[in-house]
């Protein structure tokens, strides 16, 4: 059984959402956990870290487990197999945010995890016309927030000699799908502007992590997301779509 455990936010909340079950339905038996705290920055881990502090929520496979865990607590509770690690979704194109924070944190994990593959989450844009207040500072432009974000998260891995999932690349491409553009009568990936649509944009990022950490394409599993909204059908025609978007982008 492949052991996966991500140390984020609610992206990597979003992200690992269908994961573990969508494995299944390919006939692979993988388990996930995420120590997840909303909003929190490469600095904040860091700190956290440090102090010890009983801040994250503890999800397993996709569902939430318990409250009050240590980083530490997460880290040691198995032999991980991979460790993901990413930056709060604001701060991903700033690479002053990453330092010193991310080389300590990864210290910390390999001496505690020496045995762990270490990938590094790219986030990803917000919609246009999202009211995430950091927006602005990328001049409310997605195309703008996506070049940057690519940039230093590519920039950051390659320092620390971390893989990639390229979840942020995903998403721009599935974007420029008249399917997936609301202004051409599409589908949003977005549930708010920054966070992805419980169906479709976080089956997107699912297809996205089981090919780049498994090596396997997702491009014809069975497995239908089920966070629907009441009334709510999900058109399958467009997960075959993301099923091979989310099978394109991915590193090697």
């Known amino acids: 059984m492949l052991k996966i455990l991500s140390i984020g936010n609610s992206f990597s909340q979003d992200a690992q959402r269908y994961l573990t079950r969508f494995a299944k339905s390919a006939g692979v038996d993988i388990m996930t956990r995420n120590l997840e705290i909303g909003g929190c920055s490469l600095e904040q881990h860091w700190n956290y870290f440090k102090n010890d502090e009983k801040n994250y929520a503890l999800e397993k496979d996709g569902v939430w487990a318990a409250n009050e865990y240590t980083l530490t607590q997460g880290l040691m509770e198995d032999e991980w197999d991979i460790i993901t690690i990413q930056q709060v979704s604001q701060n991903a194109g700033k690479p002053e945010t990453f330092e010193p924070y991310l080389p300590n944190l990864l210290t910390a994990i390999r001496a505690l995890c020496?045995?762990?593959?270490?990938?590094f989450q790219e986030t990803w844009e917000y919609e246009i016309g999202s009211t995430h207040y950091a927006f602005p500072e990328y001049g409310?432009?997605?195309?703008?927030?996506?070049?940057?974000?690519?940039k230093t998260c590519r920039e950051k891995a390659k320092e620390n000699d971390l893989l990639i999932i390229p979840s942020g690349e995903a998403i721009h491409a599935a974007k420029q799908l008249p399917e997936f553009d609301p202004a051409k009568g599409g589908q949003s990936l977005y549930r708010d502007g920054f966070h992805m649509h419980l169906v479709y944009g976080r089956y997107l990022l699912a297809c996205v992590w089981f090919k780049t950490l498994l090596g396997r394409t997702p491009v014809g599993n069975n497995f239908m997301p089920d966070d629907t909204q009441e009334g709510e059908v999900v058109?399958?025609?467009?997960?075959?779509?993301?099923?091979?978007?989310?099978?394109?982008?991915?590193e090697a």
């Open 235 to 250: 058109n399958t025609d467009l997960l075959v779509k993301l099923q091979k978007i989310g099978g394109a982008y991915y």
């Open 140 to 150: 409310c432009d997605p195309d703008v927030m996506f070049e940057r974000v690519k």
């Open 114 to 119: 020496p045995n762990a593959k270490l990938y």
